[in-house]
């Protein structure tokens, strides 16, 4: 088809959209990302840390926002709907309704002058109404776009605003404006809305003010909020010593018609409370009231188990009825301590764990988008196609579709992108844009010519700092050859004058005294390109952020500052040198570890998006682990599915399969891989590839305990599905089955929840019921972890007379046989020992990581953790790729997980992989650290101490730093004794001339 | 390889402090290696120094240089001119190095900016550990190649003294027991057997307690008699 | 000792947590004193011991490295290296006679703003209270 449009209409600007963006334009497809709001960055951008590293949520995603906000080829349009949209998967007719914002977002600079003038008040909902905001305002410091937008409800039209603006970007008369636009896919990533805690009346929500919905309590903790990290309560400003959470409010709850688990509530909660006792050093109380600790994914039992033991978090398993006022402020909650007793106990300060519901209007939004949504209006996928809506070309990620947590929506939203990737094959690269630079200016030899340019940013710097006159002392510094001040160096009409002035006065070296070159430095880089000098001769001195908007009430060491900054700037410039990076081409073949769901699935998505694809299975056949599985919850075929998928797999002329095979050696690097494969007749093939996606899956472990392998009547949740299955079966039927949970999960051997055990007990039990309603079940659990929507099948097996037992870690139950089976357990509710005699006993096992992973480690030189699973680059924001660049994993080689989510993360892993092998080339180089090697004494030290395992030991007997492998970090060059490294950019002469000229 | 340590810079100051200029040379060998006295750890002694002495009210000329190895007159010879100039020199290499300068610059004092330590190697990373004390009678084989002499804090030759505990020396809870590490290195090698032998008195006479020890090679050495 | 001592300060930075949070206290306008310069550096990791020493030599009263939380470095452990140095060139500080009092080593994350501000008052504050770096009296 030759009318595929080469561009996605990203619906959506939080942490889904942008990484599906980010990916979408790697990829070779232009990105249309529509927003809601006035600026991108979603939830993600209002959270304080996130769990289960307790990273800065503000660190690890405002460097995507920049990147999302200075893509040429990412149109970014807030403020704005989804209006029509018509046609079909490969071109779609979109209209697009662009409220008015009042500010020209194209203009403004997000000075803030005016919302410094503005007289009118206005709740912040960013900080969810803790604090206030102005009439004109920006969603929070770090939003991109950088550019405020005016509350018209609140406005008074008072013209202050519009008088002030040096940029003139006031726009009072501003219209709504509907666009159009042809697109070839459509991906949602339009979250979630926090449950409105004050439909929970008996909570007290609104009623009493030290009570605060989860959601709040995260900016609470944010040391950017409203109180600026520090924890107060309403009532009275004082610090809380008392805190208590109440888990699954608006979730689990068929009262307020939220039936389904919100799956992330018992992470976060764990997470506050860590992190409100780092924020209240002498001994806060943090209790959390929760009915089951669901804490399911990678690295959260662990966490939790933290949280429990080292910080002393106290958990209590009681579902709190009503909140009832205590005294001064207090909360009074009463419910049944650990040995069933009734208890009351007050607390400063309530914390309600919200949860999940779909977003305002999703229906008439589906209506017009034609989707289905499911009974709970989130939007409507299948086990087996997890990311595709019920229409063609339109794709889903993140908690549109499900409550679910960060890695996971970033996981589908890469997804998504690589589901649209495929579709829209043929079309990459049709609507990018790239632009054109001159060829580059030699400077070698030249002596430095410096041009400073210094920013009055409207008054924003000039208000304050003296500009003229710190322009005046920065022209005579040394080297500076030329210096003048702009309004606004970074408007338009700037960036051609500073290109005519570096022609002009032959300047080889630049420098804008500015804002932050967090955000602008590529802005200004680019200016100076475009004039035919190398990106690296630019510096920047920053007089905003870090002087004129910090020493306001002193601008006269605000002004010597300012003059300090530029001689710094200065100095330093005299040493810059260009840098190149040099082209390394890339072979467009990817190397699949693995032939289970996982690597079938991602072979496939990328030999879909035309990539050459070499499959490595180690056993004779594809299928791995769901082979095993033959029904699910939602009444899917996972055999029909299976054969499916092995027929498109050995069909597809672009995928090899490899069976019986292993990978026995890597070399090479991002874009230029080469391994060998060896096969069971010890046959090896050299294969040369571009990426690796290691898919090597898990195995179910072997239980030790509770008389497995000793009496047949034993068997594990697998072995019962595989008589479930098997009409010839003879125990089929048994009258009445013990199941018990977390068999080897969430013990000392392993610390990890097994994440799909609780959700297969389910399944087992209703499919026992089905077959045999009579059947007593007993189902012996820790916490019954049935997350999202799975919660539904939890429900309707206690409807159909599932027995459900809690057990304690230290009190598990006991197997014996005497001729029968027998079980004894210790009922906390009832305060009991209860004793069972079943004719079967089922556990439910421990997953384990492939042992092949220690085999493969190694040779990828990647790092597998504690429990031998392969280790991600960053748990939040990389989930599917290894440290390393060009490698990727996913599936149970990563952590147990249940089959969507592995053809998710598959489809993720096959998204991140495209957007290296759609390119021809990758560059390698800029700033890394390089090794002179005559000065080089194989000391071993920058071996030992890179954390990314670059140097070695080259044939000449020196150390040796692959450009394209080196992440820049300089560790090695900070450690060398010899003195033989430098880390390019940033060479000792270059840094040490900084703090040389501080100091005249 | 030879390890060792800087000296603390008042000493290395008190040294200096009567000099205008001075040159201070490391070596890129061993002490590079070990991370005391290679290009870089120069540049931090020249600094810590030029400050220690400016609260003196001094303000010496300091200049940096390191060679590939101190302990070569080829080597060492390439810095006649610099030394010319100065007038005196900071070594900072190990005990041969800073003599091999003496030597060779005999009109100008030559201080040391290390004390040499031992001879060793890193365990890991940052910790080194001294293995071999140069006896010049090797006895290795016989002990399943640890080195009683360097590594039994009491250099016993014919099994433990009794006092380890363990697996520590008695000495120091820090320390392993030679003896210990002997004992379980010979039992994996199955030659518990050589223990049962009793060791005559080492001969000590190749050891180092007798003045500058010399050795000499008659296929490279051409030089006239010995 | 002079009344008025202005110290003069200089902060290493890495650019992903601690320039940040100097940034977001710039957009917070906290207001915090003006000694204080920043040299950014991709990771306090790339914080070479000599740069410190410099920094003294030529006539800083007190220096401080400020990098990601531990745990948080966007290269791993660039920061805990950092903090090595730090403590090493304390010491040598200390025997040279200006004191490891004026250099410190300080995480925070990119959203702390208030604590950058914090950083830079307490840095401050306490080479203030030490008086200028004998280097410079
Ligand atoms: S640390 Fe320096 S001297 Fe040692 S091996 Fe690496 S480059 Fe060579
Ligand atoms: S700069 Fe960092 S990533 Fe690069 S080789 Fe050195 S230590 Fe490794
Ligand atoms: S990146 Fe901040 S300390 Fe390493």
């Given at each position: 088809?030759?009318?595929?449009?080469?561009?996605?209409?990203?619906?959506?600007?939080?942490?889904?959209?942008?990484?599906t963006?980010?990916?979408?334009?790697?990829?070779?497809?232009?990105?249309?990302?529509?927003e809601?709001?006035?600026?991108?960055?979603g939830?993600?951008?209002?959270?304080?840390k996130?769990?289960?590293?307790?990273?800065?949520?503000?660190?690890?995603?405002?460097?995507?926002?920049?990147?999302?906000?200075?893509?040429?080829?990412?149109?970014?349009?807030?403020?704005?709907?989804?209006?029509?949209?018509?046609?079909?998967?490969?071109?779609?007719?979109?209209?697009?309704?662009?409220?008015?914002?009042?500010?020209?977002?194209?203009?403004c600079?997000?000075?803030?002058?005016?919302?410094?003038?503005?007289?009118?008040?206005?709740?912040?909902?960013?900080n969810?109404?803790?604090?206030?905001?102005?009439?004109?305002?920006?969603?929070?410091?770090?939003?991109?776009?950088?550019?405020?937008?005016?509350?018209?409800?609140?406005?008074?039209?008072c013209?202050?605003?519009?008088?002030?603006?040096?940029?003139?970007?006031?726009?009072?008369?501003?219209?709504?404006?509907?666009?159009?636009?042809?697109?070839?896919?459509?991906?949602?990533?339009?979250g979630?809305?926090?449950?409105?805690?004050?439909?929970?009346?008996?909570?007290?929500?609104?009623?009493?003010?030290?009570?605060?919905?989860?959601?709040?309590?995260?900016?609470?903790?944010?040391?950017?909020?409203?109180?600026?990290?520090?924890?107060?309560?309403?009532?009275?400003?004082?610090?809380?010593?008392?805190?208590?959470?109440?888990?699954?409010?608006?979730?689990?709850?068929?009262?307020?018609?939220?039936?389904?688990?919100s799956?992330?509530?018992?992470?976060?909660?764990?997470?506050?409370?860590?992190?409100?006792?780092?924020?209240?050093?002498e001994?806060?109380?943090?209790?959390?009231?929760?009915?089951?600790?669901?804490?399911?994914?990678?690295?959260?039992?662990?966490?939790?188990?933290?949280?429990?033991?080292?910080?002393?978090?106290?958990?209590?398993?009681?579902r709190?009825?009503?909140?009832?006022?205590?005294?001064?402020?207090n909360?009074?909650l009463?419910?049944s301590?650990?040995?069933?007793?009734?208890?009351?106990?007050?607390?400063?300060?309530?914390?309600?764990?919200?949860?999940?519901?779909?977003?305002?209007n999703?229906?008439?939004?589906?209506?017009?988008?034609?989707?289905?949504?499911?009974?709970?209006?989130?939007?409507?996928?299948?086990?087996?196609?997890?990311?595709?809506?019920?229409?063609?070309?339109?794709?889903?990620?993140?908690?549109?579709q499900?409550?679910?947590?960060?890695?996971?929506?970033?996981?589908?939203?890469?997804?998504?992108?690589?589901?649209?990737?495929?579709?829209?094959?043929?079309?990459?690269g049709?609507?990018?844009?790239?632009?054109?630079?001159?060829?580059?200016?030699?400077?070698s030899?030249?002596?430095?010519r410096?041009?400073?340019?210094?920013?009055?940013?409207?008054?924003?710097?000039?208000?304050?700092?003296?500009?003229?006159?710190?322009?005046?002392?920065?022209?005579?510094?040394?080297?500076?050859?030329?210096?003048?001040?702009?309004?606004?160096?970074?408007?338009?009409?700037?960036?051609?004058?500073?290109?005519?002035i570096?022609?002009?006065?032959?300047?080889?070296r630049?420098?804008?005294?500015?804002?932050?070159?967090?955000?602008?430095?590529?802005?200004?880089?680019?200016?100076?390109?475009?004039?035919?000098?190398?990106?690296?001769?630019?510096?920047?001195?920053?007089?905003?952020?870090q002087?004129?908007?910090?020493?306001?009430?002193?601008?006269?060491?605000?002004?010597?500052?300012?003059?300090?900054?530029i001689?710094?700037?200065?100095?330093?410039?005299?040493?810059?040198?260009?840098?190149?990076?040099?082209?390394?081409?890339?072979?467009?073949?990817?190397?699949?570890?693995?032939?289970?769901?996982?690597?079938?699935?991602?072979?496939?998505?990328?030999?879909?998006?035309?990539?050459?694809?070499?499959?490595?299975?180690?056993?004779?056949?594809?299928?791995?682990?769901?082979?095993?599985?033959?029904?699910?919850?939602?009444?899917?075929?996972?055999?029909?599915?299976?054969?499916?998928?092995?027929e498109?797999?050995?069909?597809?002329?672009?995928?090899?399969?490899?069976?019986?095979?292993?990978?026995?050696?890597?070399?090479?690097?991002?874009?230029?891989?080469?391994?060998?494969?060896?096969?069971?007749?010890?046959?090896?093939?050299?294969?040369?590839?571009?990426?690796?996606?290691?898919?090597?899956?898990?195995?179910?472990s072997?239980?030790i305990?509770y008389?497995?392998?000793?009496?047949?009547?034993?068997?594990?949740?697998?072995?019962l599905e595989?008589?479930?299955?098997?009409?010839?079966?003879?125990?089929?039927?048994?009258?009445?089955?013990?199941?018990?949970?977390?068999?080897?999960?969430?013990?000392?051997?392993?610390?990890?929840?097994?994440?799909?055990?609780?959700?297969?007990?389910?399944k087992?039990?209703?499919?026992?019921?089905?077959?045999?309603?009579?059947?007593?079940i007993?189902?012996?659990?820790?916490?019954?972890?049935?997350?999202?929507?799975?919660?539904?099948?939890?429900?309707?097996a206690?409807?159909?007379?599932?027995?459900?037992?809690?057990?304690?870690?230290?009190?598990?139950?006991?197997?014996?046989?005497?001729?029968?089976?027998?079980?004894?357990?210790k009922?906390?509710?009832?305060?009991?020992d209860?004793?069972?005699?079943?004719?079967?006993?089922?556990?439910?096992v421990a997953?384990?990581?492939?042992?092949?992973?220690?085999?493969?480690?190694?040779?990828?030189?990647?790092t597998?953790?504690?429990?031998?699973?392969?280790?991600?680059?960053?748990?939040?924001?990389?989930?599917?790729?290894?440290?390393?660049?060009?490698?990727f994993?996913?599936?149970?080689?990563?952590?147990?997980?249940?089959?969507?989510?592995?053809?998710?993360?598959?489809?993720?892993?096959?998204?991140?992989a495209?957007?290296?092998?759609?390119?021809?080339?990758?560059?390698?180089?800029?700033?890394?650290?390089?090794?002179?090697?005559?000065?080089?004494?194989?000391?071993?030290?920058?071996?030992?101490?890179?954390?990314?395992?670059?140097?070695?030991?080259?044939?000449?007997?020196?150390?040796?730093?692959?450009?394209?492998?080196?992440?820049?970090?300089?560790?090695?060059?900070?450690?060398?004794?010899?003195?033989?490294?430098?880390?390019?950019?940033?060479?000792?002469?270059?840094?040490?001339?900084k703090?040389?000229?501080?100091?005249g | 390889?030879?390890i060792?340590?800087?000296?603390?810079?008042?000493?290395?100051?008190?040294?200096?402090?009567?000099?205008?200029?001075?040159?201070?040379?490391?070596?890129?060998?061993?002490?590079?290696?070990?991370?005391?006295?290679?290009?870089?750890?120069?540049?931090?002694?020249?600094?810590?120094?030029?400050?220690a002495?400016?609260?003196d009210?001094?303000?010496?000329q300091?200049?940096?240089?390191?060679?590939?190895?101190?302990?070569?007159w080829?080597?060492?010879?390439?810095?006649?001119?610099?030394?010319?100039?100065?007038d005196?020199?900071?070594?900072?290499?190990?005990?041969?190095?800073v003599?091999?300068?003496?030597?060779?610059?005999?009109?100008?004092?030559?201080?040391?900016?290390l004390?040499?330590?031992?001879?060793?190697?890193p365990?890991?990373?940052?910790?080194?550990?001294?293995?071999?004390?140069?006896?010049?009678?090797?006895?290795?084989?016989?002990?399943?190649?640890i080195?009683?002499?360097?590594?039994?804090s009491?250099?016993?030759?014919?099994?433990?003294?009794?006092?380890?505990?363990?697996?520590?020396?008695?000495?120091?809870?820090?320390?392993?027991?030679?003896?210990?590490?002997?004992?379980?290195?010979?039992?994996?090698?199955n030659?518990l057997?050589?223990?049962?032998?009793?060791?005559?008195?080492?001969?000590?006479?190749?050891?180092?307690?007798?003045?500058?020890?010399?050795?000499?090679?008659?296929?490279?050495?051409?030089?006239?008699?010995? | 000792?002079?009344?008025?001592?202005?110290?003069?300060?200089?902060?290493?930075?890495?650019?992903?947590?601690?320039?940040?949070?100097?940034?977001?206290?710039?957009?917070m306008?906290?207001?915090?004193?003006?000694?204080?310069?920043?040299v950014?550096?991709?990771?306090?990791?790339?914080?070479?011991?000599?740069?410190?020493?410099?920094?003294?030599?030529?006539?800083?009263?007190?220096?401080?490295?400020?990098?990601?939380?531990?745990?948080?470095?966007?290269?791993?452990?660039?920061?805990?290296?950092?903090?090595?140095?730090?403590?090493?060139?304390?010491k040598?500080?200390?025997e040279?006679?200006?004191?490891?009092?004026?250099?410190?080593?300080?995480?925070?994350?990119?959203?702390?703003?208030?604590?950058?501000?914090?950083?830079?008052?307490?840095?401050?504050?306490?080479?203030?209270?030490?008086?200028?770096?004998?280097?410079?009296?």
């Amino acid at each position: 088809m030759a009318d595929k449009v080469g561009s996605v209409l990203v619906i959506g600007g939080g942490i889904g959209g942008i990484q599906t963006s980010l990916d979408l334009v790697e990829s070779g497809l232009k990105v249309y990302l529509l927003e809601r709001t006035h600026s991108i960055g979603g939830v993600m951008a209002q959270l304080d840390k996130t769990f289960p590293t307790n990273d800065c949520a503000m660190c690890t995603i405002s460097p995507k926002l920049v990147e999302c906000g200075q893509n040429l080829n990412i149109e970014i349009i807030t403020n704005a709907e989804l209006g029509s949209v018509a046609g079909k998967a490969g071109n779609f007719e979109v209209e697009i309704v662009k409220h008015a914002r009042y500010i020209d977002d194209a203009k403004c600079t997000g000075c803030g002058v005016c919302a410094k003038s503005c007289p009118i008040d206005a709740i912040d909902e960013y900080n969810y109404g803790l604090c206030e905001r102005r009439a004109t305002y920006i969603r929070y410091p770090q939003a991109v776009p950088r550019a405020f937008g005016i509350d018209k409800d609140k406005c008074i039209g008072c013209g202050l605003c519009e008088s002030l603006c040096l940029r003139d970007a006031v726009i009072y008369g501003d219209k709504e404006q509907v666009k159009k636009i042809n697109v070839g896919s459509i991906i949602l990533s339009t979250g979630f809305e926090s449950f409105d805690p004050a439909l929970k009346q008996d909570y007290g929500y609104g009623e009493y003010p030290n009570v605060v919905s989860s959601f709040e309590f995260e900016r609470i903790l944010s040391a950017s909020g409203p109180y600026k990290g520090h924890i107060f309560r309403a009532s009275d400003a004082k610090m809380p010593e008392k805190i208590a959470w109440i888990q699954c409010v608006g979730s689990r709850d068929r009262g307020v018609e939220r039936p389904f688990c919100s799956s992330v509530c018992c992470t976060y909660a764990v997470k506050q409370a860590i992190i409100a006792k780092e924020h209240i050093r002498e001994g806060l109380d943090t209790t959390i009231f929760y009915m089951d600790m669901r804490t399911y994914g990678k690295g959260f039992e662990q966490y939790f188990n933290r949280a429990k033991n080292e910080h002393g978090v106290r958990f209590v398993c009681s579902r709190i009825h009503t909140v009832d006022p205590g005294s001064d402020g207090n909360l009074k909650l009463v419910f049944s301590d650990d040995d069933g007793q009734l208890r009351e106990e007050e607390f400063d300060m309530l914390v309600l764990s919200v949860g999940f519901k779909p977003t305002k209007n999703v229906e008439e939004f589906a209506n017009r988008l034609g989707i289905k949504l499911n009974e709970y209006g989130f939007c409507k996928t299948s086990t087996f196609s997890p990311i595709e809506t019920s229409r063609a070309g339109v794709y889903v990620a993140g908690a549109a579709q499900e409550p679910k947590d960060i890695p996971a929506t970033v996981m589908e939203a890469s997804g998504a992108a690589a589901c649209a990737e495929a579709l829209l094959a043929e079309a990459k690269g049709s609507q990018i844009v790239k632009k054109e630079y001159p060829p580059e200016k030699d400077v070698s030899g030249l002596k430095p010519r410096i041009g400073v340019f210094v920013c009055k940013c409207g008054i924003n710097i000039a208000g304050v700092v003296d500009v003229p006159a710190v322009t005046e002392y920065a022209a005579t510094l040394p080297d500076v050859a030329y210096a003048e001040y702009n309004l606004y160096t970074c408007s338009q009409d700037t960036q051609v004058r500073i290109k005519e002035i570096i022609e002009e006065k032959q300047l080889n070296r630049v420098i804008v005294a500015s804002c932050t070159p967090r955000t602008h430095e590529p802005l200004f880089q680019d200016t100076i390109r475009l004039a035919g000098l190398n990106k690296y001769l630019f510096e920047m001195a920053n007089v905003r952020d870090q002087c004129s908007w910090v020493h306001a009430s002193n601008p006269e060491a605000a002004t010597e500052k300012a003059k300090e900054l530029i001689r710094m700037a200065v100095g330093r410039a005299a040493f810059l040198e260009p840098l190149h990076t040099i082209p390394m081409s890339v072979i467009r073949r990817a190397l699949v570890i693995g032939g289970g769901v996982a690597g079938m699935n991602a072979s496939l998505s990328l030999a879909n998006q035309g990539f050459e694809v070499e499959l490595v299975e180690h056993e004779p056949e594809l299928g791995g682990n769901i082979r095993h599985i033959h029904f699910t919850l939602e009444g899917d075929k996972p055999q029909e599915y299976l054969n499916s998928l092995i027929e498109q797999v050995q069909a597809h002329k672009l995928i090899s399969v490899h069976l019986e095979s292993q990978v026995k050696k890597v070399s090479g690097h991002v874009g230029h891989f080469e391994s060998e494969v060896r096969s069971k007749k010890l046959e090896v093939r050299k294969i040369e590839h571009g990426v690796v996606i290691v898919a090597t899956g898990g195995v179910e472990s072997k239980p030790i305990e509770y008389l497995y392998g000793k009496d047949d009547r034993v068997i594990t949740q697998r072995e019962l599905e595989e008589h479930l299955a098997n009409s010839q079966s003879t125990i089929r039927n048994p009258h009445s089955v013990v199941m018990i949970q977390c068999v080897g999960s969430r013990n000392e051997e392993r610390p990890y929840c097994s994440r799909i055990c609780c959700t297969q007990a389910v399944k087992n039990a209703l499919k026992l019921k089905e077959q045999n309603p009579d059947t007593q079940i007993y189902i012996l659990y820790r916490d019954m972890r049935t997350y999202g929507f799975r919660e539904e099948y939890y429900y309707q097996a206690r409807k159909a007379g599932v027995i459900f037992i809690r057990y304690d870690e230290q009190a598990k139950p006991v197997v014996s046989n005497n001729g029968r089976l027998k079980v004894e357990v210790k009922d906390p509710i009832l305060g009991a020992d209860v004793v069972l005699q079943p004719d079967m006993v089922v556990l439910s096992v421990a997953i384990d990581s492939h042992l092949e992973n220690e085999n493969l480690a190694p040779l990828l030189k990647v790092t597998l953790d504690a429990s031998k699973f392969f280790l991600e680059a960053h748990m939040k924001l990389r989930p599917v790729d290894f440290g390393s660049d060009g490698m990727f994993l996913c599936g149970l080689a990563h952590s147990p997980k249940l089959i969507e989510e592995s053809i998710a993360q598959a489809q993720a892993a096959a998204g991140r992989a495209a957007t290296i092998l759609n390119k021809e080339r990758v560059e390698a180089g800029g700033v890394v650290s390089c090794v002179e090697e005559k000065k080089c004494v194989a000391c071993l030290t920058c071996i030992r101490m890179c954390p990314y395992d670059v140097p070695f030991i080259n044939k000449a007997g020196v150390a040796e730093i692959e450009a394209v492998k080196c992440h820049g970090c300089g560790i090695c060059a900070s450690e060398c004794p010899a003195k033989a490294i430098q880390l390019l950019h940033y060479r000792d002469p270059q840094v040490v001339a900084k703090v040389d000229a501080m100091f005249g | 390889m030879i390890i060792a340590e800087q000296k603390p810079i008042q000493e290395i100051k008190a040294m200096i402090a009567g000099y205008q200029k001075v040159l201070i040379v490391g070596c890129d060998t061993c002490v590079t290696i070990c991370m005391a006295g290679g290009r870089k750890e120069v540049g931090i002694i020249a600094s810590c120094l030029r400050m220690a002495l400016q609260i003196d009210r001094k303000k010496p000329q300091l200049i940096e240089d390191c060679i590939q190895r101190q302990c070569e007159w080829e080597f060492v010879d390439t810095l006649k001119d610099k030394v010319d100039g100065v007038d005196a020199i900071l070594s900072s290499a190990c005990g041969v190095g800073v003599q091999a300068l003496a030597e060779r610059f005999p009109n100008k004092p030559v201080y040391p900016a290390l004390n040499t330590t031992f001879m060793g190697m890193p365990n890991e990373h940052g910790l080194w550990v001294e293995n071999c004390r140069g006896c010049g009678n090797c006895g290795l084989g016989r002990f399943g190649g640890i080195c009683p002499i360097a590594r039994c804090s009491k250099g016993l030759l014919n099994g433990p003294c009794g006092g380890s505990q363990n697996g520590k020396c008695e000495v120091s809870k820090e320390m392993d027991c030679g003896w210990q590490l002997i004992y379980g290195r010979l039992k994996t090698l199955n030659q518990l057997d050589q223990l049962e032998d009793i060791l005559l008195p080492k001969d000590w006479s190749t050891d180092r307690d007798k003045g500058q020890r010399k050795m000499f090679r008659g296929d490279v050495y051409y030089e006239q008699t010995v | 000792m002079t009344e008025h001592f202005e110290p003069e300060i200089v902060a290493f930075c890495c650019h992903y947590c601690a320039y940040g949070a100097a940034d977001l206290a710039g957009s917070m306008r906290l207001n915090y004193p003006a000694n204080v310069k920043i040299v950014k550096l991709p990771c306090t990791g790339k914080v070479d011991i000599i740069y410190l020493l410099k920094a003294f030599e030529d006539g800083a009263d007190g220096a401080y490295v400020a990098g990601c939380l531990e745990g948080n470095c966007h290269f791993i452990d660039g920061n805990i290296k950092a903090k090595r140095r730090v403590a090493r060139a304390k010491k040598l500080l200390d025997e040279i006679g200006i004191g490891g009092e004026r250099l410190e080593m300080f995480n925070m994350s990119a959203s702390m703003g208030p604590r950058f501000a914090e950083v830079a008052r307490e840095m401050t504050e306490r080479v203030r209270g030490l008086g200028p770096s004998p280097l410079r009296k």
